[in-house]
């Protein structure tokens, strides 16, 4: 287990459960007073049509959806790139005190906006412990925070997604008492 790396990033193919351990994370963590955001399927008659933000104080945004007016689009989604930064705006993670940041992705929708690709290099050089759920696969920033030194990389898969918030709660008790 590396103590020295504050950020802690779980990568997995779409749709393997990444957003379902970072919730259980959240519950497990929350005398830790965790700062951030997950995201949510939006579904119409059992068909994934969008994602929703989620705030861990309970506000939610729209990020993507089939039927969003936007010029911007990943896959069949339409992205929201503005309302995403005023999202962000309002949780203002760089100036929180939050010693536990969470973030639910880091992902083609997300690398979209300025806004977020800032926070994000922001937020990793802090002394803050930061959990984020990142794409498998994309280039630029994707690759990038996934190659830096201070970054532990899960992979989640089917085989261990259960015991997959077990190890990365050891891992932050590992370098909350280091």
């Known amino acids: 287990m590396e103590t020295g790396a504050k950020n802690l990033l779980i990568m997995g193919a779409p749709g393997i459960g990444k957003s379902t351990v970072i919730k259980k994370l959240i519950e497990e963590l929350?005398?830790?007073?965790?700062?951030g955001f997950f995201?949510?399927?939006?579904?119409?008659?059992?068909?994934?049509?969008?994602?929703?933000?989620v705030s861990l104080d309970g506000r939610r945004r729209n990020l993507a959806h089939v039927d969003m007016r936007s010029r911007l689009i990943v896959g069949k989604y339409r992205i929201n790139v503005y309302g995403f930064e005023k999202f962000l705006n309002s949780l203002d993670l760089e100036g929180s005190d939050g010693r536990l940041i969470i973030i639910d992705e880091i992902g083609r929708m997300e690398c979209?906006?300025?806004?977020?690709?800032?926070?994000?290099?922001?937020?990793?050089?802090?002394?803050?412990?930061?959990v984020a759920?990142?794409?498998?696969?994309?280039?630029?920033?994707?690759?990038?925070?996934?190659?830096?030194?201070?970054?532990?990389?899960?992979?989640?898969?089917?085989?261990?997604?259960?015991?997959?918030v077990g190890k990365v709660v050891r891992q932050i008790q590992a370098i909350r008492f280091s």
């Open 30 to 35: 929350k005398a830790l007073k965790p700062v």
């Open 39 to 53: 995201t949510e399927e939006i579904r119409n008659a059992g068909t994934r049509v969008g994602f929703q933000l």
């Open 112 to 130: 979209l906006s300025r806004r977020f690709r800032q926070m994000m290099s922001e937020v990793l050089e802090q002394d803050r412990i930061v």
């Open 133 to 164: 759920t990142v794409a498998q696969s994309g280039g630029g920033m994707i690759d990038t925070v996934k190659q830096r030194d201070d970054v532990v990389l899960f992979e989640l898969n089917r085989r261990n997604r259960e015991e997959m």
